[in-house]
Nanobody, 125 residues
C-alpha cells in the first residue's frame, strides 16, 4: 500500500521559513517524479514545485520562484520543500504527490498517481 506522509507545516509569521517533508512508502521511490501542490481555502489545488526522479529537473510556480526549493533524498524515500520569505498568500494545505515517471516532473495534478493527506501552512501578517 502506497503511503505519502507530509510533515513540517505550522504557523509562521510573514518573512519566516518552514521546511516540509514527505516520506514515501510502498513504492519504488526512485521510479517516481515528486511534486508539491497546495490548496488554499476556496481555491483549486495548484502545483507549487516538482522534481524528477534523480533531482536533475525541477519546476516551480512563478509565485514561489526564488523563495521555495524542492529537493529529494532517494536513500530516505523523502522529498522536501524548503519555504523561505513566506507571506500570507502562501497559506494553504500542502500536499505531496508521486508520478510514476522517469522524465521531467509534470505540472498537471491529473498525472499524479498517489497523494498524501496534506500538511497545513498558515502564514500570519
Amino acid at each position: 500500500q502506497v503511503q505519502l506522509v507530509e510533515s513540517g507545516g505550522g504557523l509562521v509569521q510573514a518573512g519566516g521559513s518552514l521546511r516540509l517533508s514527505c516520506v514515501a512508502s510502498g513504492l519504488t521511490f526512485r521510479m517516481y517524479a515528486m511534486a508539491w501542490f497546495r490548496q488554499a481555502p476556496g481555491k483549486e489545488r495548484e502545483s507549487v514545485a516538482g522534481i524528477s526522479w534523480n533531482g536533475g529537473s525541477t519546476f516551480y510556480d512563478d509565485s514561489v520562484k526564488g523563495r521555495f526549493t524542492i529537493s529529494r533524498d532517494n536513500a530516505k524515500n523523502t522529498v522536501y520543500l524548503q519555504m523561505n520569505s513566506l507571506n500570507p498568500e502562501d497559506t494553504a494545505d500542502y500536499y505531496c504527490a508521486a508520478d510514476l515517471n522517469r522524465g521531467p516532473p509534470a505540472e498537471a495534478r491529473s498525472l499524479y498517481d498517489h497523494w498524501g493527506q496534506g500538511t497545513r501552512v498558515t502564514v500570519s501578517s
